[in-house]
């Protein structure tokens, strides 16, 4: 059952720690799981927020019971330090890397080092353009068209928006083509303010960018927030502003935290189409896994987001990751990179 973990536990993990390991190797696993040992990098670029949290909680666990020995390092939205913790781990010996986002300019070359060393490598959202990379990702067309459809649901097809985007990562580009389609199909929905940072602490310096556009635009009704920190500033300006009741926010990713604020009287946040953060986790674990042992995960690993709304979680009595877990079943599982001799790790 997945919990919240504590920032001292996260602190823990952090730069390099060592998930525990089998050092007599997997029973029936192919080689080199059969003699244990086997180490995989993962390097994060976002590690700000409950979703990355959950999702280093969820590649431990599978790390865990795969025998792995996970080493984690934090780039912390730094793509020269995320590099060269890429060459730390070439240098460390590691039998693979995940990379979890990134700038793809400043990593293309390093990764070519990784696999030109015969280091396995997978990405989870961020696109490498490199064949020998499979990349793992929430499918951020069917997040994207969740939300916007659940949005003139709620407020029709002419509204004025804000519009939370940061260009140059690749999920929210996969979003902000949906985005611009979608305006297309709805020429009476109109972007009316942009903006959106990834400078830390997220959600703060949202929150300045959006209580800007709310006085500049008071004809705001519905925001447009696909990750969850970009949705924690848009409700924490609203609620500042007074507003709240005025606007309706529409975002990405799920957290205990995020229920919460969903679930309070008067949210403006009404809805998040989300996967589980740590079952992606598990997912990139798995992928890296199976090129280890010389198997194929595939090229495109999709994992398929469901739609979240406040009425849902206020109806079913969630208040928790674990809730939703249990009530949601598919929120539980991505049947994908999996092998009969990967242990199924569960929440």
């Known amino acids: 059952m997945f919990k919240p973990i504590g920032r001292v536990f996260v602190a823990a993990l952090l730069a390099g720690s060592i998930t525990a390991y089998a050092a007599g190797g997997l029973p029936n696993a192919p080689a080199p799981f059969n003699k ?18 959950a999702y280093e909680a969820g590649a431990q666990k599978q790390a865990k019971a795969l025998g792995v020995d996970l080493r984690i390092y934090e780039g912390r939205q730094d793509a020269a330090q995320q590099r060269d913790q890429i060459q730390q781990a070439i240098n460390l010996g590691v039998s693979a890397i995940i990379v979890n986002h990134g700038l793809p300019e400043s ?34 067309h069917d997040l994207a068209t969740l939300l916007l459809d659940q949005a003139v649901k709620d407020n029709g097809d002419a ?36 903006f959106g940072t990834v400078d830390n602490p997220i959600a703060q310096s949202v929150a300045n960018q959006a209580a800007a ?16 920190e970009f949705a924690r500033g848009a ?16 975002s990405a990713d799920i957290s205990t935290a995020d229920i919460e604020a969903i679930r309070a009287p008067g949210s403006p946040w009404v809805a998040t189409a989300a996967t589980n953060p740590a079952v992606v986790g598990a997912v ?21 987001p469901a739609l979240i ?39």
Do not use: C, M
């Open 36 to 53: 244990g040992g086997v180490k995989i990098a993962l390097v994060n670029y976002l590690s700000t927020g409950d979703f990355f949290q």
């Open 213 to 228: 556009a709310y006085r500049a635009h008071p004809d705001v009704r519905v925001v447009f927030a696909p990750y969850d």
């Open 159 to 194: 509204f004025a928006a804000a519009y939370v985007y940061v260009p140059g990562f690749a999920p929210l580009d996969r979003r902000d083509a949906v985005w611009k389609a979608f305006k297309t199909a709805h020429p009476k929905i109109t972007e009316a303010a942009r």
């Open 235 to 250: 409700k924490l300006a609203a609620d500042e502003a007074g507003i709240a009741s005025k606007v309706r926010i529409y």
């Open 284 to 304: 990139s674990v798995r992928a890296a896994a199976l090129l280890v042992a010389g198997q194929d995960p595939g090229h495109r690993i999709e994992i398929k």
């Open 107 to 140: 990593l293309k070359d390093v990764v070519q080092t990784a696999l030109d060393k015969g280091i396995k490598v997978v990405a989870f959202d961020v696109d490498l353009g490199n064949p020998k990379v499979p990349q793992i990702e929430q499918s951020d």
């Open 309 to 347: 709304t406040r009425n849902d979680l206020v109806k079913n009595d969630i208040r928790t990751i674990a809730d939703l877990e249990s009530k949601f079943v598919d929120f539980r599982r991505a049947d994908v990179a999996k092998a009969g001799w990967i242990p199924e790790v569960r929440d």
